[in-house]
């Protein structure tokens, strides 16, 4: 629970304009990956299109494993 909320407060400060060298500069919003992909996934089987879930799915799988070894 505090490392999600850390994880959290992290992405946050990322997130928020920050000021440098007196010019405003906006931080670029990081879309979750896995996110992504389970949007494609679920558009995937809504058109039944089989071969790219197949595909995707892999993909996210991956892409969670990869997310819980960096956390």
Not at 9 to 26: D, H, L, T, W, Y
Not at 30 to 39: I, N
């Amino acid at each position: 629970m505090r490392n999600r909320k850390r994880s959290e407060k992290r992405i946050k400060a990322q997130i928020q304009p920050s000021m440098g060298n007196g010019v405003k500069v906006e931080a670029i919003e990081m879309k979750d990956p896995s996110a992504v992909l389970r949007q494609q996934f679920q558009e995937a089987k809504n058109k039944k299109d089989h071969e790219r879930a197949a595909r995707l799915r892999q993909e996210l799988w991956i892409t969670q494993d990869n997310a819980a070894i960096l956390r």
